[in-house]
């Protein structure tokens, strides 16, 4: 009900809103680290940028609930982060471009490393570069055969990433997952949640035996960790929603896929976050929204890489005056969850936000950073209703009622 009265209530008008993703932003104080990756970074111009906001921290799903990065980003664009969840090897193919059909399961996959007792070693393969992942999809694409006519699909995306589709008649996709998400253990098998779904699994049980043996030898890459299998569903757009015509500026296949998804249009594959401004800078007036995706915090936050993650944030820092430049009406900076070194994964803590506008109610914060969020203007928001806020301030919203 309260998203059909957002959507009611949007018009179009000439604003401009950046939402600036650091991904996996949020940090966790310990005894070794009295301060979070965020409250450790020099960030001048995030800081100067927070005397004229407003700020606050944000919880993605629900208070303790870890999320993945597929609900992490639904719930920023202002969808319900539950009922919105998809699994994540649909995103996955639609961040490459892999058009899917009613008769497809997807899986996103973890080329791993096992040990000679079939234990997880390194659940990432030690992010082997993409040209070796090309290699390994190659020799499975080659040598691979599955009964009754199914069809699979083995697409790159990046480093240890893949993408698996298997194709056939009357295929559920309501599976979990084989990867255990901790190592020292085997991958889980998968496991049909439904009886039109016991049928994948007997075909998956069978790409995963062949798996296993073509790459035994392999010293890093010797199998696949699948996550999020699931059958694809079709979404309301930003535009059909908000009346927002939306760029996604992201580089990795998965957030490509969820904007994607929300009928964004995709820009080119940047080098790095200062070409990621050169295609803000070049598509800037021919959008109202833009999404700009940094994947380095994440990465670094699930390596355990506290001094990585703190120069990823002040790289970002570094640029961000060229985004400040174009002056949008809006400027969102958070995370879609966080990622603690400390804990080397995605966890349940909240998100730092900051909501720069003209028409932001100014608090009394003065650096950007998780112990200072607690006490901004926004309170602790749900992620979901943070676009809520972020169209008002763009005067996006008419008045409700008489």
């Not at 075909?203 to 890459?221: M, S």
Request: glycine share 8%.
């Amino acid at each position: 009900m309260a998203s059909e009265l957002i959507d009611s209530l949007t018009i179009k008008n000439d604003s401009k809103i950046v939402f600036l993703v650091l991904d996996g932003l949020g940090g966790l104080q310990t005894a070794d680290s009295p301060v979070t990756e965020l409250a450790a970074a020099k960030t001048p111009n995030m800081d100067k940028l927070v005397a004229d906001s407003c700020c606050g921290l944000s919880t993605p799903v629900e208070p303790g609930v870890t999320p993945g990065s597929g609900p992490g980003h639904f719930g920023l664009f202002g969808y319900e982060p539950v009922s919105a969840n998809i699994g994540r090897g649909v995103l996955s193919a639609a961040g490459l471009g892999f058009e899917l059909t009613d008769r497809d399961v997807a899986a996103r996959v973890n080329l791993a490393t096992l040990d000679s007792d079939g234990n997880i070693v390194d659940r990432r393969a030690g992010r082997i570069a993409t040209e070796e992942n090309k290699r390994i999809m190659q020799i499975l694409r080659e040598n691979i055969s599955l009964p009754d006519g199914i069809e699979f699909f083995l697409e790159t995306e990046k480093e240890h990433r893949a993408l698996l589709v298997l194709r056939g008649d009357g295929l559920g996709g309501n599976i979990g997952d084989t990867d255990p998400q901790k190592t020292g253990v085997p991958p889980k098998p998968p496991q049909a949640y439904d009886a039109e779904s016991e049928k994948t699994v007997q075909y998956l049980q069978e790409f995963l035996r062949q798996t296993h043996e073509l790459l035994k030898n392999e010293k890093q890459a010797n199998m696949l960790l699948l996550r999020g299998l699931a059958k694809h569903r079709p979404y309301k757009s930003l535009e059909q929603r908000f009346k927002l015509r939306s760029l996604a500026i992201a580089n990795y296949p998965m957030y490509r896929g969820i904007a994607r998804l929300l009928g964004m249009d995709i820009a080119p594959v940047s080098q790095n976050f200062s070409t990621q401004i050169d295609e803000l800078e070049r598509s800037y007036a021919n959008y109202d929204f833009f999404f700009m995706h940094v994947k380095k915090t994440d990465a670094t936050g699930e390596d355990g890489n506290f001094a990585g993650k703190v120069a990823a944030i002040e790289e970002v820092d570094a640029a961000l005056p060229r985004i400040t430049a174009l002056q949008p009406q809006v400027l969102l900076i958070t995370g879609d969850h966080s990622t603690p070194c400390a804990m080397g994964a995605h966890s349940w803590h909240p998100v730092p936000v900051l909501l720069s506008s003209p028409l932001a109610r100014r608090d009394d914060v003065t650096e950007f950073s998780e112990n200072a969020c607690i006490t901004g203007g926004l309170g602790q928001i749900q992620a979901q209703h943070i676009m809520n806020l972020v169209l008002a301030h763009a005067g996006r919203l008419i008045k409700f009622g008489a």
